[in-house]
């Protein structure tokens, strides 16, 4: 883990994947978990302290902890290979595909619950001790899978992009130390669980819209259309931020698909203008930013093409190792390449992308090999002569970048 990840957005992303846990802690995939968790930490009666429950609830937190730790771990060992197996349309339309079978459970299509021997083989596993309570901890993240989804992934395809073992098993273990707040709270005080009712309704509601969303954002790695999809203006985004608001007035949210035909209809109506107008903010976010006064860059696909026309023109080049499924490498896009001045050097060189959004292009392998660009993203300056200058193998910001540019030549 380099220095420059550190200072420049790892605070935020280890807040982000705390928060993102413990939303996930209150999604319906972790709710049947629950009953069953109170009668290990404190549902046996007046004898059990503050203190072992407490001391439980570490240990059961520790085994979620252990278990999303190891997954951190092995996508930054995997590296690459992790990074093209989640770009494959074989993995992102069946996780879509689930997002949207969770989403139509949030919408009471069916119930979640887990089998009634699930349920005692669990609450058995509760009276060994703490380390019962580390080996319910894992079981537990496993359940909880379904619901973690879209920030598991987006957590496990960045780590890839580092290849750091260190921040791949600390952001996990944040993650799930965020999923562990609720279970706290529980071995703390005994929090009483609330009553069903239109509330709960409300909040599945709110989590079928999100994996729906989810679906949507997943999917735009493997279809051209949705990642063309959006646009970076104002008047774009004020336009999807009223569709969603459209849709929660008229009943997204707070209607059920349970009751009258006419609040069926209205419920329908809304969920599809918060979906759509949600995708939209998304698209909005994700889309790069063209301010007046900065030029248009133009990029030359293929380094062979690229280096060969800078040469012939004596003009030095910049290669853009990048890949669909590389989160820093589209950040790269939207912070530093679009800042006004770092735009305006970029128009003195040539500029070139690589795609490695696939590993079986041979011309693509060795072109990796050649520049020593084991990490995405990893940017190289190439000299009109064509020797390599600078290799940068992280996400930089435009203030690291600019000097650079200024002394190319």
């Not at 999923?179 to 709960?200: D, E, H, N, Q, T």
């Not at 994996?211 to 735009?220: D, E, V």
């Not at 072109?367 to 000299?383: D, F, H, I, Q, S």
Request: with cysteine; proline share 4%.
């Amino acid at each position: 883990m380099n220095g420059d990840l550190l200072s420049h957005g790892t605070l935020w992303a280890f807040l982000s994947v705390f928060v993102g846990g413990f939303l996930t802690s209150l999604t319906p995939c972790v709710y049947p978990l629950i009953p069953i968790t109170v009668s290990l930490f404190g549902g046996r009666g007046a004898d059990v302290r503050r203190a072992r429950a407490v001391t439980l609830a570490a240990f059961y937190v520790g085994g979620i902890g252990a278990m999303y730790t190891a997954l951190g771990i092995f996508s930054a060992l995997a590296g690459r290979a992790f990074g093209t197996f989640m770009a494959s349309s074989y993995v992102i339309v069946p996780i879509a595909f689930l997002f949207v079978v969770m989403a139509a459970s949030m919408f009471g299509a069916f119930e979640l619950n887990l089998p009634t021997s699930m349920q005692t083989r669990l609450s058995a596993i509760g009276g060994k001790g703490f380390g019962g309570a580390f080996a319910m901890g894992l079981v537990g993240g496993i359940i909880a899978a379904p619901c973690t989804g879209p920030v598991l992934a987006s957590v496990l395809a960045y780590v890839a992009t580092t290849r750091s073992i260190v921040l791949g098993g600390s952001l996990l273990f944040t993650y799930a130390l965020g999923m562990g707040v609720l279970f706290f709270l529980i071995a703390a005080f005994a929090i009483s669980l609330p009553k069903s009712g239109v509330w709960m309704e409300a909040v599945k509601s709110v989590f079928g819209v999100v994996m729906l969303i989810a679906a949507f954002y997943f999917l735009r790695n493997v279809s051209r259309p949705l990642r063309e999809y959006g646009s970076s203006t104002y008047p774009w985004l004020i336009g999807n931020g009223a569709a969603v608001l459209i849709g929660f007035l008229i009943g997204g949210v707070h209607l059920s698909f349970h009751a009258a035909l006419h609040h069926q209809a209205r419920k329908t109506i809304g969920v599809l203008l918060i979906v759509l107008g949600g995708c939209g903010v998304v698209a909005w976010i994700l889309a790069p930013r063209l301010e007046i006064g900065i030029p248009v860059l133009t990029w030359v696909q293929g380094e062979k093409e690229g280096v060969a026309q800078a040469q012939k023109e004596g003009r030095a080049a910049l290669l853009d190792f990048y890949a669909d499924w590389c989160l820093p490498c589209k950040e790269l896009e939207l912070r530093t390449f679009s800042n006004r001045d770092v735009a305006r050097e970029l128009m003195r060189l040539k500029l070139v992308k690589v795609d490695c959004t696939t590993d079986d292009d041979p011309l693509v392998i060795e072109t990796k090999r050649r520049y020593g660009a084991e990490t995405l993203p990893t940017l190289v300056l190439v000299g009109s002569g064509g020797e390599v200058v600078q290799k940068i193998d992280h996400f930089v910001t435009p203030a690291e970048l600019l000097p650079i540019l200024q002394r190319a030549r």
